[in-house]
């Protein structure tokens, strides 16, 4: 499968809110450097599937919205819009925040990311 697709389906699944799920994108060695509205944060596989479980019980749903998407053999790089529904207020989905990041992938995984994002 190629980089692109890899990363498209990442982005489409409910990875964000599932670490199970999340756990079967990321390789074992994935690093995600992120550069936030509120800091820097280097998160490896254990606080990736953590964030994730964290995602689970503060939304009730997620959506990611694919405004850009380059592939250059195995880096991609996406940029997208981050919806969620919080658990409080099901009905009104809302933007988490703005985010652009690039992937390089190993063995068809996850494997390291240059993440940045904005809050709306």
Request: glycine share 2%.
């Amino acid at each position: 499968m190629k980089a692109k697709e890899i990363v498209k389906n990442f982005y489409k699944s409910d990875a964000f809110r599932d670490n199970e799920l999340l756990d079967t994108f990321i390789h074992p060695d994935v690093t995600l450097d992120w550069n936030s509205s509120k800091g820097f944060l280097q998160l490896n596989r254990e606080e990736m599937l953590k964030l994730a479980s964290e995602m689970q019980k503060a939304y009730y749903s997620s959506r990611i919205y694919i405004t850009h998407i380059l592939e250059e053999e195995n880096t991609v790089s996406v940029r997208y819009i981050h919806y969620v529904k919080t658990i409080e207020n099901p009905r009104e989905e809302m933007i988490l925040a703005h985010f652009m990041v690039i992937w390089e992938l190993k063995g068809e995984k996850l494997y390291r990311g240059f993440q940045m994002s904005q809050l709306t």
